[in-house]
């Protein structure tokens, strides 16, 4: 059989060091710096959209008190809010951020397979956030159509936007495509064949598995999401019939003719229900490290915990149609797709149970990255379990586009991967930038965003059995909402805007690190994981110095018995572990 | 095999299933193959979703639509003095396109033995056929243009005929004439002694080729489903 070690094919990359600051920061093809430049234009997007999200609650919570939103500019803040939050800031930062930083590090590569498509990547990725910034400034400003974009009217005369904010959000979501598979192919690649010798697949951290699974879905539901930008862009600008039907607007006919609307909804969702996924499963992966680290506790049922992400990653792709169960359907198609939905929350769960029996009895260390692990556990339970009541066709009709599936979606893929962000920059903040941040200040950020959110989104979910409508620019006077209502959404919005303003402590942190910050030590988790072994802190171009790591165990070594240390970092070997004799759980 | 010794003493290889996965999952490149050509492999995967969709997306609109849907034989019908013969220059396309993928499998096997000049002339011929397919793609483009198709109408039936055809057609036109550019550019590099500096490696004719063997069959499916049907 050919057998080609990984380690002899070092060669293929070449070690130039870059010299200048060009080089270096900004057309640079180190990995960490591709990084880093993802996730800040990723946080910087993401800012935009918090204010957008803020600005909208204002409405909500005080209708007609602030001139400056009318309800052309509340649907335009509605679209720009859910588009970037998903697209622009989680899947960006997941994967182009989390992905091109701890994949090459915690797989003991160099650097990933090629460095030059993966800068070329993220310069395509700024491309079509400053297409998708343009789009506020163009005549008539961005799309107002909802982060869904359902045609038909999504182009039509009447919807924000329509004639140059749509255009450019459709090209902005092409180009960011073509960004994401540039990196995505280099995740993959580099996961599949670019690990250190010792480095099974069975060896990989979750964090890499998550990411990489994820980046698969990505690369296979993406295509749909291009597909049916270019179909709806000629639909705009070509005057095509894809998936506009015959239709009359104001009494006159707009020359459509025939086209499906419900075509768009199938292709969209093919690619929007894997996209929930492509954001969840990033953050499944980094939350088990984390909690396996900051427990000090090997992750219970590894072997499980890989299964049920690729499980959750193929059924990802034949649950699309739940979120069209109003759309109208075969009830046998609702049948099936109401099925499939829930079989989803078998491996989700064997995945909740996993990380919480991995917190028992373990030796928890209640620092910042963990508090948000934990948080994340609670918020994702809460999430996933209003996604059982969702997913349900007969519970799902009268529940649907009410607040309910606000609450529901924003608990399970908002807040918790926000979590999870959140604690993996707090975890990795010391190994990217060689300095601690200050402890205290991240508890009062964690307690204040989590308390904020679940006083958020918990009276949401009552506003939803209420039968308020999610989307409405101002309720007026709807006999079945008891007025009360009003002052629950009014609590939602200082809750809202308390959790925006909080955020500031987080900048400041890491503000305040960068330049003051006291340096850290090389693994101040005492983490097993490779990136912590790295022989500079923080590590330098190419990573690993003259010598690629070897891996001997798996990724969990913590309070292992007959050990001095209670962790064994991946690259010891059996002959070197404090005790000298191999417990680990390895394969 | 040695180099592949765990710490853990996974080199003997259990029977069964569980070697497999063992074997799959071990600590070498999971596909034995240059990173390159994995990394081609795995984009065709994401572009095969990609014409799957448009695909399909024809096939739903040809349902949806209420107009008939124009006879694709009596359309894309050349005659040369005598009756019109259904689809001729289709087939002509097709049969050139296929034969392409004939001389770049003889190119990727006269690359692996490093036959430079060999090389140099199969692609330069893949390439010419390709580009000559894209030509009478232009040609076919501009007689229903001229017979009036356009993509919001045309005045055979179905508006989504036209719509659909040019989409189709323009974006797997696209992937050949950009298989076309990248061709040439590694002919030339072959001719020229580029991958003899580096390490006389010619993996990277086979990866060219696997792009256009992909392109190709695409268009049997596109050949299928749009002209066929």
Known sequence: ?587 | MSEAVLSSGAAVEAPGTKGVMDDFSRDKQVFGMPWGKAMMWIFLLSDTFIFSCFLVSYMMVRISTTDPWPIPSEVFALSFGGDPIPLILIAIMTFILITSSGTMAMAVNMGYRKDRSKTFWLMLATAVLGASFVGMQAFEWTKLIMEGVRPWGNPFGAAQFGSSFFMITGFHGMHVSAGVIYLLVVAFRVKNGFYEKRGGNYEIVEIAGLYWHFVDLVWVFIFAFFYLW
């Not at chain 1, 979750?206 to 597909?227: E, H, N, Q």
């Not at chain 1, 953050?283 to 049922?301: E, M």
């Not at chain 1, 009360?484 to 959790?499: K, Y």
């Open chain 1, 1 to 587: 059989m050919a057998y080609v070690a990984i380690a002899d094919r070092d060669h293929e990359i070449e070690h130039h060091d870059p010299q200048t600051f060009i080089t270096k920061y900004i057309w640079s093809q180190d990995h960490k710096v591709i990084a880093v430049q993802y996730g800040l234009t990723a946080i910087f997007v993401g800012l935009i959209a918090l204010g957008l999200s803020a600005l909208m609650r204002l409405q909500l919570g005080f209708p007609d008190q602030f001139s400056y939103i009318n309800p052309e500019n509340y649907y335009q803040f509605i679209t720009m809010h859910g588009m970037i939050m998903v697209i622009y800031l989680l899947t960006a930062l997941f994967l182009g951020g989390f992905g091109n930083y701890l994949i090459p590090l915690m797989c003991g590569s160099r650097d990933m397979v090629f460095p030059y498509l993966n800068m070329l990547s993220y310069w395509v990725y700024l491309l079509s956030v400053i297409i998708l910034v343009t789009s506020f400034f163009v005549p008539g400003g961005s799309t107002g159509a909802g982060w869904t974009l359902y045609p038909p009217q999504a182009i039509m005369a009447g919807t924000p936007g329509v004639d140059w904010g749509i255009v450019l959000m459709l090209l902005s979501l092409a180009v960011f495509i073509v960004a994401f598979t540039m990196g995505g192919l280099n995740y993959v690649t580099t996961v599949l064949q670019a690990r250190c010798r010792g480095m099974t697949l069975m060896r990989m951290p979750l964090s890499v598995w998550g990411i990489f699974i994820a980046t698969v879905l990505g690369l296979l539901a993406f295509p749909a999401l291009l597909v049916s930008a270019i179909m709806m862009l000629l639909d705009k600008a070509l005057h095509t019939s894809f998936f506009m039907p015959a239709i009359s607007l104001m009494g006159a006919d707009p020359g459509y003719t025939g086209g499906s609307p419900i075509l768009f909804q199938h292709l969209f969702w093919f690619f929007g229900h894997p996209e929930v996924y492509i954001v969840a499963l990033p953050a499944f992966g980094i939350v088990s490290d984390l909690l396996s680290t900051h427990a000090r506790k090997n992750i219970f049922g590894y072997r499980m915990m890989v299964w049920a992400i690729v499980a959750i990653g193929g059924l990802s792709f034949i649950v699309w149609a739940h979120h069209m169960y109003v759309s109208g359907m075969n009830p046998y198609f609702g049948f099936f797709f109401a099925t499939t939905t829930l079989i989803i929350a078998v491996p989700t769960a064997i995945k909740v149970y996993n990380w919480v029996l991995t917190l028992w009895e373990g030796n928890i260390h209640l620092r910042v990255p963990m508090l948000f692990a934990i948080g994340f556990i609670f918020t994702f339970i809460h999430g996933g379990l209003t996604g059982l009541f969702l997913g349900n066709v007969t519970i799902d009709l009268p529940l649907s586009d009410t607040y309910f599936v606000v609450a529901h979606f924003h608990m399970v893929m908002g807040v918790s991967p926000i979590l999870v962000v959140f604690g993996a920059i707090y975890h990795w903040w010391p190994k990217i930038t060689g300095r601690m941040y200050n402890e205290t200040l991240g508890r009062w950020h964690f307690w204040m965003t989590f308390i904020g959110t679940y006083s958020i989104y918990l009276p949401m979910h009552y506003l939803g059995f209420q039968g308020v409508p999610r989307r409405y620019f101002a309720m007026g006077n709807t006999e079945f909402m008891p007025e009360s209502a009003q002052d629950l959404n009014a609590w939602i919005t200082v809750s809202a805007l308390f959790v925006a303003a909080t955020q500031v402590l987080f900048f400041i942190n890491m503000i305040w690190s960068l330049s003051k910050g006291p340096k850290s030590d090389p693994n101040p988790w005492h983490a097993t994981t490779l990136e912590w072994q790295t022989p500079d802190h923080p590590p330098k171009h190419g990573n690993w110095g003259h010598e690629l790591p070897v891996v001997h165990r798996w990724a969990y070594d913590y309070s292992v018995p007959g050990y001095d240390d209670d962790y064994i970092p991946q690259n010891v070997s059996a002959d070197d572990a404090p005790a000298g004799r191999d417990h680990g759980g390895a394969h």
